[in-house]
């Protein structure tokens, strides 16, 4: 199976970050939610939502973004 996301173009995004990243981003500028993002090659875990990326998470900073209340 397979999928087309929204690339984001935001010309601010590191250049380091590929093709899933920006997926992830784009989703979150088109929808409100919340993308949880887990690189293939470092098994870092990044957070987009609404436009806003977080980078290289802990698994505490992750659960506190998850269960925040908005």
């Known amino acids: 199976a397979g999928c087309f996301l929204p690339l984001s173009m935001n010309p601010e995004i590191v250049k380091d970050l ?3 990243h920006r997926a992830g981003i784009g989703m979150s500028e088109n ?3 919340v993308v ?3 690189s293939e090659e470092t ?3 990044s957070v987009a939502y ?3 990326f ?5 698994a505490e900073e992750l659960e506190r973004i998850l269960t925040k209340e908005n």
């Open 18 to 20: 590929g093709t899933r």
């Open 31 to 33: 929808s409100d939610s």
């Open 36 to 38: 949880v993002i887990v």
């Open 43 to 45: 098994g870092g875990i």
């Open 50 to 52: 609404k436009g806003q």
């Open 54 to 58: 977080h980078l290289r998470l802990t």
